[in-house]
C-alpha cells in the first residue's frame, strides 16, 4: 500500500475476518481488565494497551496511524482542536525559561497563543518575516532557543514556507523545525520530506473538510536528535512522574510523541472525542479527491478575477504572477489548495455589496470545507479598525477571502460574475 490515494482509503484500520468494515466508534471513556498487576504495568508505561480515552482510545489510534501514514510519520496524537495541537507541539519542548522562533506569516490564533498566552507561561517568542536569510534567521538563534515554527501555507495571507531553509537553520543549531500543514494537507505537501521534523494540523479545514468537527493534530517524523545536544532534558532526562522513564531510551524514535500523549495529554486532557475521531476518519477517505478538486477551482476562479477589469488584485500562489510561484512550484506541485484573496476595484462598499450579491457562495467565518464561502476582514474579523490600522495588519479594506469549494467550477464562476456585474 504505497500511494497516498490509497492510504486516505485504507491506512489505519485494518478489520479481521467478521470484523466491522466501517471503523468502530469506541464510545467509552475506559477499558476493562482482569489482572491488576497489567493495568498496573500500563500505568507505568511497561506495557502498550489503552486505560482512558483521555490518554488513547482505539477509534482516535485508527486515525492517529491514517494520519501518521499520510504524513510519513513514525506516529501522531489528535487534538481537540488545532490549537490544542500548537500548544502542545510547543510546551512538550519548551517551558519557562526558553525562547522559540516562528514566522510572523501564521493563523491568527496561533498568533496570539505565541503572543499572549505562552509569554504569560514564560515562554518568549520572537517572530520573523518568512522571507528572512538563513543569515538573519540564525542571527535570532539564542542558547535557549528551543525551536522555530512556521506555516507551509499561511491563513489568510498565502505565503508558502521556504521549509528547506527554515529546516537548515533549526538544524545547524540543534533544534527543530515544528511546521503547522493545515491548508496543503499531505496531499498537497508532505514538510518532513523538506526536512521538517514535527508537523501540526487544525483537521478542522481540509482533513475534516465538511465543517462539522473540530480538531488537531500532532505528527513526529522520528527523524530528530534529541540527544545530540542537552537543550531537551525533558525527553533524555528521567521523568518523576514514570518512575524516572528517559523517553529516548525507552521509546527511540517515538519519543517526541509518546511524551506529548503520556505526560501533556494526559495532564492538559485535550483529546479529541471518539466520536469526532470517527468523523474525521470517515472525510480523510476523500481527502485525496477534495485536495484535488479544491485546486483546480481556486486556479481557475483566480485566472477568472485576474482577467476581471472590476477586480484589483489576486493573491493566489498557484498563479505565475504571485510573488510565491517558484516556492509553491516547489512545495505544491499539485496545487496550492482552495483559498483565495483579492481585492474588488472601490475598497470596502464594493466588497460587502459584491459579497451581498454571491448566491451560491456564503459568507462565513470558517474556511477549507466542501462548500464556497467567503469573508470580508475589514467588515467582520478585524471591524474594529480604521482603514489604516487594517493597512498595518495587512489587510486591506477592499481584502476577500474565498474559499473555492468543489462544487461544479462553471457555477462557481457564474455566481461571482453575476455579483460582480451588480458592482
Ligand atoms: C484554523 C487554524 C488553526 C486553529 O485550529 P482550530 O481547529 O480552529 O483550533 C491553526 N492553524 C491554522 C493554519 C488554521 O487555519
Known amino acids: 500500500m504505497s500511494h497516498i490515494n490509497t492510504k486516505c482509503v485504507q491506512a489505519g484500520y485494518s478489520p479481521e475476518d467478521g470484523q466491522a468494515k466501517a471503523l468502530p466508534i469506541y464510545q467509552s471513556t475506559t477499558f476493562k481488565y482482569n489482572s491488576v498487576d497489567l493495568l498496573g504495568d500500563l500505568f507505568d508505561l511497561k506495557a502498550a494497551g489503552h486505560f482512558y480515552t483521555r490518554l488513547s482510545n482505539p477509534t482516535n489510534e485508527a486515525v492517529e496511524n491514517k494520519i501518521a501514514a499520510l504524513e510519513g510519520g513514525v506516529g501522531a496524537m489528535v487534538t481537540s482542536s488545532g490549537q490544542a495541537a500548537s ?194 476518519n470517515m472525510n480523510l477517505q476523500t481527502l485525496h479527491l477534495r485536495m484535488a478538486r479544491h485546486s483546480e477551482n481556486a486556479l481557475a476562479v483566480a485566472k477568472f478575477l485576474e482577467q476581471n477589469e472590476k477586480i484589483a488584485w489576486v493573491n493566489y500562489p498557484g498563479l505565475e504572477s504571485n510573488a510565491y510561484y517558484q516556492l509553491a512550484q516547489k512545495y505544491l506541485p499539485n496545487g496550492c489548495a482552495g483559498v483565495i484573496a483579492f481585492g474588488v476595484k472601490g475598497g470596502k462598499e464594493a466588497a460587502k455589496k459584491f459579497m451581498e450579491h454571491l448566491k451560491l457562495a456564503a459568507i462565513e467565518i470558517h474556511v477549507a470545507d466542501i462548500g464556497t464561502c467567503c469573508l470580508h476582514p475589514a467588515s467582520t474579523t478585524h471591524r474594529q479598525m480604521t482603514d489604516e490600522q487594517l493597512k498595518e495588519a495587512g489587510v486591506s479594506p477592499d481584502l476577500i477571502r474565498m474559499s473555492v469549494g468543489i462544487e461544479y467550477i462553471d457555477d462557481i464562476i457564474a455566481d461571482i460574475k453575476q455579483a460582480l456585474d451588480q458592482v
Open 87 to 280: 500548544l502542545m507541539a510547543v510546551t512538550n519542548i519548551a517551558g519557562a525559561g526558553d525562547h522559540i522562533i516562528s514566522t510572523s506569516a501564521i493563523y491568527g490564533g496561533t498568533f496570539n497563543l505565541f503572543d499572549v498566552t505562552l509569554r504569560k507561561l514564560g515562554i518568549e517568542t520572537t517572530f520573523v518575516d518568512p522571507g528572512i536569510s538563513a543569515e538573519e534567521l540564525q542571527a535570532h538563534i539564542k542558547p535557549n532557543t528551543k525551536l522555530i515554527f512556521g506555516e507551509t501555507l499561511t491563513n489568510p495571507s498565502l505565503d508558502v514556507l521556504d521549509i528547506e531553509k527554515f529546516a537548515k537553520v533549526a538544524h545547524a543549531n540543534q533544534i527543530p523545525l515544528i511546521v503547522d500543514n493545515t491548508f496543503p494537507t499531505p496531499i498537497l505537501c508532505r514538510p518532513f520530506n523538506f526536512g521538517a521534523d514535527i508537523v501540526t494540523h487544525s483537521t478542522s479545514k481540509y482533513m475534516d473538510g465538511h465543517a462539522v468537527v473540530l480538531g488537531g493534530v500532532i505528527v513526529d517524523s522520528g527523524n530528530f536528535d534529541w540527544e545530540a545536544s542537552d537543550k531537551f532534558p525533558g525527553l533524555t532526562a528521567p521523568d518523576a512522574s514514570y518512575h524516572g522513564i528517559v523517553y529516548t531510551k525507552t521509546f527511540g524514535k517515538s519519543a517526541y510523541i509518546t511524551k506529548a500523549r503520556v505526560q501533556l495529554m494526559r495532564d492538559f486532557g485535550a483529546q479529541m472525542s471518539p466520536n469526532s475521531a470517527f468523523l474525521l
